[in-house]
């Protein structure tokens, strides 16, 4: 743990393991920090916040600067720990390093931009500004999905804004999160700015960095149940939330797309980490028209992933996180398979012996989904491609938003027309539009209803750890 400018050692204290979901086995241990743990790092934001919101932006922006440095400089060694603790292939591994380094440049340049506005006022002897401050302490819970880009998406803005931070990774991960403070801090930054709790338990540390009354705001990344409980206990001291929670993307093929394309596109999104994203597709729609084509395509593209741990070479598909998450996806697909779905390529657990010791679920597509099935309301968090057709172009944003979720949805089509519709029609934060990567540091990110509250990154992101102070001048 992290706690004041320091790696604390507790060598007589309770230890959990780190485990590779590709063959069980231990990658590290480390402390099992607890409430205690919690309030001492809030003290060490606390005291440090006066001092850290004080200084100038340029100081702020040159440490995040030499962060990202940093991380990238150490891309290979992270990316390595990334594929072995969380399995996404090395490739997409280091693609997530860059996108986290990107966040922390980006933000380097944003703090320099924290503008405030002069307002005229009805009465002449009277004039307006706004100025912005830090919020405060800022408490950042992160998932084990994205486990080094999740982290700076939070922490580059606190503390470009001027905010101090206590962070708590994901049990799953949190060999990938040292690493990463690691290299955040090897840079000037004052002591007590980043804090870090790891913990196999979240629900004591998370009440205290929920509760304690000097964090100001709290930044939480997971499942929408635990997005729940946080907001609530939130709610009850006023506090400020983000909360980037579950998604249940529409994928939307019209009949003047390339099926072929789409398909190609179809399968690079579902399958990147192993289906895990919040932005994952989870209903495919495919016109009558050219749904066959599709369906060949995509089934073909699928059947050819290679499953394996993300660190050998020719892996382009990687384990799930745990056992729960394959019992999840195998439940989803019997159950849609009882119900009259078409198995087109999968379906079942992979247990070859090279893979047995893993959580490996074949890459499946399954095809004739209705909405009596649990996948067409369930995420799915796995590595299942569901696909419906339609025939009418009126019904097909009615179904697509046929959801409690709303983070991203996708449109292949050829007409500029129906491409604006999607923009005006579809209820989710996020919307591709023949774009499987509708992502950046500087775009903002978040979603609606059950997808939960507040946007990262771009100009938005950073406005999420300021407060907007009006000022009033008699002259
Ligand atoms: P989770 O919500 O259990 O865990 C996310 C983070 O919250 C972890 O750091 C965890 O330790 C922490 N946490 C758990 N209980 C807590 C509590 N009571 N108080 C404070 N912190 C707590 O998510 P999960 O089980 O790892 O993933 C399951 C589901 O979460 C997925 O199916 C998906 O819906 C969602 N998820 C979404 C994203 C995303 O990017 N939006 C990422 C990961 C998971």
């Known amino acids: 743990m992290y706690i004041d400018g320091c790696w604390e050692q507790f060598p007589d204290r309770q230890h959990f393991v780190s485990v590779n979901p590709a063959n069980g086995q231990a990658l590290g241990s480390l402390p099992d920090g607890t409430a ?199 709610g009850q001291a006023l506090k400020r939330v983000s909360l980037e929670l579950g998604g249940h993307a529409p994928f939307i093929v019209y009949d003047d797309a390339d099926p072929v394309h789409a398909a190609k596109g179809a399968a690079l999104v579902k399958f990147l980490n192993t289906g895990q994203a919040c932005i994952s597709p989870n209903r495919i729609f495919v016109h009558e028209n050219i749904h066959d084509e599709f369906v060949s395509t995509l089934a ?56 047995s010791d893993g959580h490996f679920f074949a890459p499946t597509v399954l095809t004739g989904i209705t909405d009596s099935m649990l996948i067409y309301r369930e995420e799915t968090f796995g590595p299942v491609a569901a696909v419906m057709s339609f025939n009418d172009d009126d019904d097909i944003y009615a179904l697509a938003n046929d959801t409690h979720y709303g983070l991203a949805a996708y449109v292949y089509t050829q007409s500029l027309q129906r491409s604006y519709e999607a923009m005006e029609k579809l209820k989710f934060g996020i919307i591709g539009i023949n774009d499987i990567n509708p992502t950046s540091a500087a775009a903002p990110f978040g979603g609606t209803g059950d997808s939960g509250l507040g946007r990262e990154g771009g100009m938005e992101g950073i406005s999420e750890y300021l407060e907007t102070k009006t000022v009033g001048l008699s002259i």
């Open 36 to 234: 205690e743990d919690a309030v001492r790092a809030i003290d060490a934001a606390a005291a440090s916040l006066q001092s850290w919101s004080a200084t100038s932006p340029y100081f702020r922006a040159d440490i995040l600067q030499k962060a990202a440095a940093n991380v990238t400089r150490e891309r290979e060694t992270i990316a390595e720990l990334m594929s072995l603790e969380q399995g996404k292939p090395l490739k997409a591994a280091r693609n997530e390093i860059n996108y986290a380094a990107d966040f922390l440049r980006w933000y380097a340049e944003e703090a320099k931009r924290i503008y405030g506005r002069t307002i005229p006022s009805a009465r002449a002897d009277q004039r307006f500004l706004t100025v912005q401050a830090a919020v405060g302490v800022v408490a950042a819970i992160t998932p084990w999905n994205y486990p080094v880009s999740m982290i700076t998406r939070k922490l580059a803005p606190a503390l470009a804004a001027g905010c101090t931070i206590v962070l708590k990774p994901a049990e799953s991960t949190p060999l990938c999160a040292k690493a990463m403070i690691d290299a955040i801090t090897d840079t000037p930054i004052p002591d007590g700015v980043v804090n870090m709790i790891t913990c196999s338990q979240p629900a004591a540390v998370g009440e205290i960095l929920v509760t304690d009354p000097r964090v100001a705001k709290i930044t939480f990344t997971g499942s929408t149940a635990v997005g729940r409980h946080i907001a609530a206990q939130a």
């Open 300 to 355: 073909a593209r699928t059947s050819k992933l290679q499953a394996g741990s993300g660190i050998e070479p020719d892996v382009t598909v990687g384990p799930l996180i745990n056992e729960a998450a394959i019992q999840k996806v195998e439940n989803q697909v019997n159950d849609a398979v009882s119900k009259g779905a078409v198995l087109q390529t999968g379906g079942f657990r992979l247990d070859e012996p090279h893979l």
